[in-house]
Nanobody
Framework: QVRLVESGGGSVQPGGSLRLSCAAS????????MGWYRQAPGREREVVAT???????NYAESSKGRFTISLDNVKSTVSLQMNNLNTEDTAAYYC?????????WGQGTQVTVSA
């Protein structure tokens, strides 16, 4: 089992920045990929960015150039630095971990971008 706890959401004006963090606990050594997904009201959950244990990253087109995902293997923490936020980034953001083909999800943290 893997447990994920997110932090760092909040409200920001367009153009602002936020940093999300997700701490994993439990069988963290079995995790091979971690990432962030988001879900806006009335829309499906979509990938924001992912990172493998060896540091290979993958970004959604909307995230490229603005968001940076990083992984601290020692602390089993994945972070998402979000810059130049716009109103379309408003959503609940969920941390994800894949362990032996099983997906685990955090409870989510809200990000609201408004003027």
């Amino acid at each position: 089992q893997v447990r994920l706890v997110e932090s760092g959401g909040g409200s920001v004006q367009p153009g602002g920045s936020l940093r999300l963090s997700c701490a994993a606990s439990g069988r963290v050594l079995t995790i091979n990929t971690m990432g962030w997904y988001r879900q806006a009201p009335g829309r499906e959950r979509e990938v924001v960015a992912t990172i493998t244990r060896i540091g290979r990253t993958n970004y959604a087109e909307s995230s490229k150039g603005r968001f940076t995902i990083s992984l601290d293997n020692v602390k089993s923490t994945v972070s998402l630095q979000m810059n130049n936020l716009n109103t379309e980034d408003t959503a609940a953001y969920y941390c994800n971990a894949i362990s032996r083909s099983t997906q685990y999800w955090g409870q989510g943290t809200q990000v609201t971008v408004s003027a």
